[in-house]
């Protein structure tokens, strides 16, 4: 009797946990299908901002300043002071030129001035002399002439006799100061001629001077030393470089614009250049030329682009490119442009409104690729869904997974 109740109780028990266990498994299904009804997506707040369209123009980069250093004349090198690479500041002294035949000749140059010098002296004395001498025989050729007066006067009187009336007539003439007065004209001339050789002299002595000086071939610029064909105890020519100093503390891409997009550019206007084999970021340029012509040969207007580079990881002849915003917005309403579907030729967007997706129509604008700006039937702070939109029903319960 036992056995029987204690079966009895065994069959019960069963009953109850397959009814428990029954009713869990219908709870668990039921939970997992209304979880399956909600939509998982991806969301954005919008909000007003800036957007443009943006061409890319290629270019290369070039030196700010390229400048080939060239003796003043031809002479042997005694001493090389730079080396490829190096950085040199203007007037700094690349090389020294032998200096020994320079030298001589300054000494000839001042020995020539010297002499000249003297020369200037000798004549300025005969100038003087040749004046005093003019002057006492302007004073005698005076006196004669008051003697002749009065030796006139006498004769007419018949106080003195015709002969020496015509030796008073004689001493009054003109001859001798007419000679010391030509003496005084040639000893100016020679003075002259004395100071114009001086003048070449001394032209001759600062010329000597400034080739001392051009034995020292200096860096007309700063900048880094690209070429240096010169050798100590070798000839250096005043015909061919000796050395190349490019300045890339500065440097500018060199592009060509299009008509259409030319008059789009202004001179100090900042743009964005890109140099992937320098530079990993974009960094800020600024157009500082724009051709006034076009090139005959390509149609297309030369622009420079000047940029920084004070580091000197931007190299000449590398590639390059700005971006110009051909079209532009400011302050409008944007949207992810994947957030927008095509729907029968119609642009619709869905939000986020109380976990549930809401179908929105929008008009569109300015359409950069990635944003687009929205015109119409959205307004500041609408939630839009980004990802997930293509799996969505206007109504149709949403769980937001990421984004704000």
């Known amino acids: 009797m036992k056995k029987k109740v204690a079966a009895s109780l065994l069959v019960i028990g069963l009953i109850v946990v397959l009814i428990v266990v029954g009713g869990s498994r219908n709870r668990t299904q039921e939970t997992v299908g209304v979880e399956e009804d909600y939509v998982p997506v991806e969301i954005e707040t919008i909000s007003k901002d800036t957007i443009a369209n943006t061409s890319a123009l290629n270019g290369r980069i070039y030196a700010n300043e390229e400048v080939m250093v060239m003796?003043?004349?031809?002479?042997?090198?005694?001493?090389?002071?730079?080396?490829?690479?190096?950085?040199?500041?203007?007037?700094?002294?690349?090389?020294?030129?032998?200096?020994?035949?320079?030298?001589?000749?300054?000494?000839?140059?001042?020995?020539?001035?010297?002499?000249?010098?003297?020369?200037?002296?000798?004549?300025?004395?005969?100038?003087?002399?040749?004046?005093?001498?003019?002057?006492?025989?302007?004073?005698?050729?005076?006196d004669a002439l008051s003697t002749l007066e009065r030796m006139r006067a006498l004769y007419e009187a018949g106080a003195v006799p015709k002969t020496q009336l015509e030796q008073a007539e004689l001493a009054a003439s003109t001859t001798q100061l007419d000679a010391a007065e030509a003496q005084v004209k040639q000893a100016e001339i020679g003075y002259q001629q004395a100071l114009n050789q001086l003048s070449q002299a001394q032209s001759g002595?600062?010329?000597?001077?400034?080739?001392?000086?051009?034995?020292?071939?200096?860096?007309?610029v700063s900048g880094v030393v690209t070429s240096l064909t010169v050798v100590e105890g070798q000839l250096a020519s005043n015909a061919q470089p000796a050395?190349?100093?490019?300045?890339?503390?500065?440097?500018?891409?060199?592009?060509?614009?299009?008509?259409?997009?030319?008059?789009?550019?202004?001179?100090?206007?900042?743009?964005?250049?890109?140099?992937?084999?320098?530079?990993?970021?974009?960094?800020?340029?600024?157009?500082?030329?724009?051709?006034?012509?076009?090139?005959?040969?390509?149609q297309l207007y030369l622009v420079k682009v000047y940029i920084p580079n004070q580091d000197h990881v931007i190299k000449p002849g590398m590639s390059g490119a700005m971006s110009v915003d051909t079209e532009s917005r400011q302050d409008?309403?944007?949207?992810?442009r994947s957030a927008v579907l095509d729907r029968d030729r119609e642009m619709i967007v869905y939000l986020v409104e109380e976990d549930k997706a809401v179908e929105r129509r929008v008009t569109l604008?300015?359409?950069i690729g990635?944003?687009?700006?929205?015109?119409?039937?959205?307004?500041?702070g609408d939630v839009v869904i980004t990802r997930g939109q293509h799996y969505v029903a206007d109504g149709q319960m949403v769980k937001v997974v990421r984004g704000e």
């Open 71 to 142: 003796p003043q004349m031809p002479g042997i090198v005694s001493r090389v002071n730079v080396k490829l690479g190096d950085y040199v500041t203007k007037d700094q002294v690349l090389f020294v030129m032998d200096q020994k035949d320079v030298n001589r000749g300054i000494e000839q140059a001042g020995h020539s001035v010297d002499l000249a010098e003297r020369g200037v002296d000798q004549a300025e004395n005969a100038m003087k002399s040749a004046e005093i001498q003019y002057q006492s025989t302007k004073e005698r050729h005076e």
């Open 243 to 298: 050395a190349t100093i490019v300045d890339m503390d500065e440097v500018y891409l060199q592009v060509n614009v299009a008509e259409n997009m030319v008059n789009r550019l202004q001179k100090q206007q900042e743009v964005s250049v890109s140099i992937p084999s320098a530079l990993s970021e974009d960094v800020v340029g600024t157009i500082d030329y724009i051709s006034p012509a076009v090139d005959q040969r390509t």
């Open 332 to 336: 409008v309403l944007v949207v992810r």
């Open 365 to 367: 604008g300015l359409d």
């Open 205 to 220: 002595y600062e010329q000597a001077k400034s080739n001392l000086d051009n034995t020292l071939v200096k860096a007309p």
């Open 370 to 380: 990635l944003y687009v700006e929205v015109v119409e039937g959205l307004e500041e």
